[in-house]
Each structure stands twice: as structure tokens, then as C-alpha cells.
Antibody, heavy 121, light 111 residues
Framework: QVQLQQSGPGLVRPSQTLSLTCSLSGGSISSGDYYWSWLRQTPGKGLEWIGYIYSSGATHYPPSLKSRLLISLDTSKNQFSLNLSSVTAADTAVYYC?????????????WGQGTLVTVSS | QSALTQPASVSGSPGQSITISCIGGTNDIGTYNHVSWYQHHPGKAPKLLIFDVSVRPSGVSNRFSGSKSGNTASLTISGLQAEDEADYHCSSYTPRSTPVVFGGGTRLTVL
């Protein structure tokens, strides 16, 4: 059974880089069948997709975050990572990693447990 | 403000049926049959309940069903159980640079 386990700090200073890692068990991150994704939920608001990476290393980011966002793969560790630079209070959210079948119509069939990241000095 | 509109809260008694709506537009729900629903117990990983409007993944109870009419998608939960108390989120494909949009989520309370 696929499990996604998130790790990373819960507090990030303004203007610094938010870094989270998602480790996969029960499957291979190198599988060409999935997009490895990140989403977030800001307090009191709905979910927001913030990007994915494919096994080839190809990425897809929303225009609103493209200049600050980097999603990467580490196949040797079977994990993928999120780096969001120049964070502000608006980036305070619960961040989730998730798996989506590699098709144009995204739906997320496995999720991590979520990491609350607070941006504050 | 979310792209899709859901009621903030709904409630029902054990054994009853409830329906959660998800209102979009012609550039998402109204044109594409790629609506998903997720159940989220706070502090736990969200769970996929429905994709492609009405398809249940293996292992999801048949008490959960999805449908769509025009720009509105709906999730119906029949035979409400205490364990169904959770947040429910809808999403839809959209042919924009952001390929998936979500609703604001609906808190279900089982009375």
C-alpha cells in the first residue's frame, strides 16, 4: 500500500526558503504512471494545487508561484521535495504532498498527512 | 476566494442522506466530466472518494456517490454514520495554466 510521509520544519522566517520532503513507501517514485504533487490549504480557505513533477523530471507550476517554486525528485531516496523561496505570511498554510495518476485530468489518489508551515519572524 | 463554490457546512442525522453541492462554471464543471471529491478528517491525510464525477476508487463505500448537472456537481452520502463527520472538498479539471481548481470545502456535522 502506497504511503507518503512528509518531513520538514514547521516554522520559516519571512524571506527565507520553505523546504519540505515527501518520502514514498510501497511504490517507486520513478514510476511513469504518476505525477508527484504538492498542494496547500491556507487557514480558512480551500485547497490549492501548487505544482507537480513527473518521473522524467518535467515540472508544472502555476504562474502565481512559478518564479519562487522548485519541485525536485531524488530517485535514490524515493522522495520528492518542495522549495518555495522568498516566503511571506501569505505562504502560511498546511502543505500536502500527493500522488496523481499521470493524465491530463488531475485527481489525487494518495496524500501525505500534511505539514503546517508558519511563516513568522 | 475559491474557484468552485461549496456550502461552508451541512449537517444530518445518522441514517439520513445528505448532498453537498459544488458550483463551478462553463470553463470547468460545466464542460468537463472530471470532478473529484475528497474526504478530510482534520489532522489526517485527505482521501479520494470520487473522481471523474461518479467513479469510486476501490475500497470506497458505495454510500458515497457523485453526480453532475450543468455547472454543479454533487456528492451524496447515504446512511450517514458518525465517522462521516469530516471536511469534504470538490475539485475540477480546467484547461488553464492551473489544471485543477478546488472548492472552499464543506464541514459535515453528524448530529
Amino acid at each position: 500500500q502506497v504511503q507518503l510521509q512528509q518531513s520538514g520544519p514547521g516554522l520559516v522566517r519571512p524571506s527565507q526558503t520553505l523546504s519540505l520532503t515527501c518520502s514514498l513507501s510501497g511504490g517507486s517514485i520513478s514510476s511513469g504512471d504518476y505525477y508527484w504533487s504538492w498542494l496547500r490549504q491556507t487557514p480558512g480557505k480551500g485547497l490549492e494545487w501548487i505544482g507537480y513533477i513527473y518521473s522524467s523530471g518535467a515540472t508544472h507550476y502555476p504562474p502565481s508561484l512559478k518564479s519562487r517554486l522548485l519541485i525536485s525528485l531524488d530517485t535514490s531516496k524515493n522522495q520528492f521535495s518542495l522549495n518555495l523561496s522568498s516566503v511571506t505570511a501569505a505562504d502560511t498554510a498546511v502543505y500536502y504532498c500527493a500522488r496523481a495518476p499521470a493524465e491530463i485530468y488531475l485527481h489525487f489518489d494518495s496524500w501525505g498527512q500534511g505539514t503546517l508551515v508558519t511563516v513568522s519572524s | 476566494q475559491s474557484a468552485l463554490t461549496q456550502p461552508a457546512s451541512v449537517s444530518g442525522s445518522p441514517g439520513q442522506s445528505i448532498t453537498i453541492s459544488c458550483i463551478g462554471g462553463t470553463n470547468d464543471i460545466g464542460t468537463y466530466n472530471h470532478v473529484s471529491w475528497y474526504q478530510h478528517h482534520p489532522g489526517k491525510a485527505p482521501k479520494l472518494l470520487i473522481f471523474d464525477v461518479s467513479v469510486r476508487p476501490s475500497g470506497v463505500s458505495n454510500r458515497f456517490s457523485g453526480s453532475k448537472s450543468g455547472n454543479t456537481a454533487s456528492l451524496t452520502i447515504s446512511g450517514l454514520q458518525a465517522e462521516d463527520e469530516a471536511d469534504y472538498h470538490c475539485s475540477s479539471y480546467t484547461p488553464r495554466s492551473t489544471p485543477v481548481v478546488f472548492g472552499g470545502g464543506t464541514r459535515l456535522t453528524v448530529l
